[in-house]
Nanobody, 120 residues
Framework: QLQASGGGLVQAGGSLRLSCEPSSYMRNILDMAWHRQAPGNQRELVARIPVDTAETETHYLDSVKGRFTISRDNAKNAVYLQMNNLNPGDSATYYC?????????????WGQGTLVTVSS
């Protein structure tokens, strides 16, 4: 249900912009996020932006602070990840994630993953 795009091969220091949009309109979105998983590693949260929760601040993985920016388009239910000054450590498959539904019973939706490869 989530279509992710924007991955690719880039040299260290370069930039990429990931996009993620549901195939159909989603209601009651609580928050939106990007996760990543490199081979042999666990999936980790890269950035999260609240939409309709008590939280007001975005969250970033320490290693991407100041380089990555998460944003959203409420009209499209889309979430983006602008990645600047990429380094080989950022190479991974990136997954978008949307949590939606009533607060007491939310449901998680995942994109299919988009591969980011950063060459040194």
């Amino acid at each position: 249900q989530l279509q992710a795009s924007g991955g690719g091969l880039v040299q260290a220091g370069g930039s990429l912009r990931l996009s993620c949009e549901p195939s159909s309109y989603m209601r009651n979105i609580l928050d939106m996020a990007w996760h990543r998983q490199a081979p042999g590693n666990q999936r980790e949260l890269v950035a999260r932006i609240p939409v309709d929760t008590a939280e007001t601040e975005t969250h970033y993985l320490d290693s991407v602070k100041g380089r990555f920016t998460i944003s959203r388009d409420n009209a499209k239910n889309a979430v983006y990840l602008q990645m600047n000054n990429l380094n080989p450590g950022d190479s991974a498959t990136y997954y978008c994630h949307i949590r939606a539904g009533p607060v007491w019973y939310p449901k998680d939706y995942w994109g299919q993953g988009t591969l980011v490869t950063v060459s040194s």
